[in-house]
């Protein structure tokens, strides 16, 4: 059973940056696509970013296009999310899933089948 694991959350004042990191275990990293999603409370969880197998192609929601950045390396079985330019609006559990297959253009929290516990990102204004 894959196990995904989140870190590197925390409160930051806006305009700041946080690095969240995501480690897989129990699997063959390479063979899923990564995700980013966050659910503030009273709402839906949403999707934040996504990349593909080798990390050569990502998606980005709309609200956080030009300030974050995801990546990955499939030597350490890790995945990143940059997180520039915070924003009060970010604050969110920020959750890392994975799904088989390599491809990124998923886009539903549905289409992904691991999940890890999430971590908490507060901006304040």
């Known amino acids: 059973q894959v196990q995904l694991v989140e870190s590197g959350g925390g409160l930051v004042q806006a305009g700041g940056s946080l690095r969240l990191s995501c480690t897989f275990s129990r699997g063959s990293f390479s063979t899923y696509a990564m995700a980013w999603f966050r659910q503030a409370p009273g709402k839906e969880r949403e999707f934040v970013a996504s990349?593909?197998?080798?990390?050569?192609?990502?998606s980005y929601a709309d609200s956080v296009k030009g300030r974050f950045v995801i990546s990955r390396d499939n030597v350490k079985n890790t995945m990143d999310l940059q997180m520039n330019s915070l924003k009060p609006e970010d604050t969110a559990l920020y959750y890392c899933a994975a799904r088989p297959g390599g491809g990124n253009y998923y886009f539903t929290k549905e289409a992904y089948d691991y999940w890890g516990q999430g971590t908490q990102v507060t901006v304040s204004s």
């Open positions: 990349i593909n197998w080798s990390g050569g192609s990502t």
